[in-house]
């Protein structure tokens, strides 16, 4: 089959462009034909992580994503749009795509990534935002909602309750290497492991980083921590020289890399970052998102979520509730089995 996959697909990476990612690599290691639109423009700031032969394409406005969404639509099977669904500009891609696929007898999929969508969704203006969503929802085959919670909202939106379905957003771990082993051995004998993403300053998840390792922080846990910022090597060195006495508790990862990130995260309890929707960063200042993890034998997914939203200063309250979270004495839910990539197969070929 010949697949248009519409989505994030560009770095910083965190578990909706990881997802994506992973669809697109088993797609590709299959022998299907896939073209990828991704759904923002590429900013400069990561133009040099991608690889040439990425095959990634940028639209330089909305006439110019019509445009190739035109032009790859017309030699693919199936038009599968990937979005956590909650801004402006992403919801009109939404729509146009599932329209210009419409029009061109393709079969249209849409995924909605779990986040803020179960709390916009609700929010959409009934003269705009709502009826954009019916409509895009009328043209579409399937609609795959991450999370029961974003299922029960994206549902509301239209009447035919039999094309939606809940599959998380899973993606695959690679193996560890002796380089990886390495670079994450100040992660061993750690009882947990808390992965930050996306810290920059200033913002809520750095001055939370801060409480949690001032006040609250356990010896006998480990720490990734993801900068998201330019002056990456500067704010290594205020972290270390603030809390040098923890210094071998902490491990740096660049968020450019999707194989660091993802073999960060299948070591975490606890994933902490900053909010996101449609490659750009939300909320930096008053919002953060707290993950739980399952994973399977080769793969993972988030399958609880608690978002933050600050009011006065709450940074110590959020450090202390994710400290709780660590201490508790619950273990990891047990391997998750399940074939959701043959589930999303099944979509596909309109067996499910």
Known sequence: MRFLLIGNFIPPYEEENLHNHTLLHQLKQEGHECSVINIDELSPGNKSSLSKDSGIVFARNYLDFIMKVIRYGLKSDVVHFLTKGYTRPGLMKLWTAAFLGKIMFKKIIITLHPEMFSIFGQLRSKMGGQQLLHLSFSMAQRIICGDAHTYNIASSHYSDKKKFTVIPPFFLVPESSEISNKHFNNLEGRKKTIVLSGVKYPSLIFNVLNDLLNKYFDPETG?????SEQKVKQL???LVEAHGK?????????P?????ISLAYSRADVVVRTLSCDCRPLFNDIALIVKKPV????????HESLIFIKEGDTSETIAYTINKLLKEKSERPPLDEEDYYGKIKEIYSGKD
């Open 223 to 227: 720490i990734v921590i993801s900068i």
């Open 236 to 238: 290594q060195h205020v």
């Open 246 to 254: 923890f210094a071998d508790n902490i491990v740096f990862v660049w």
């Open 295 to 302: 994973q399977s034998s080769n793969s993972m997914y988030f």
């Open 256 to 260: 450019y890399e999707a194989r660091m």
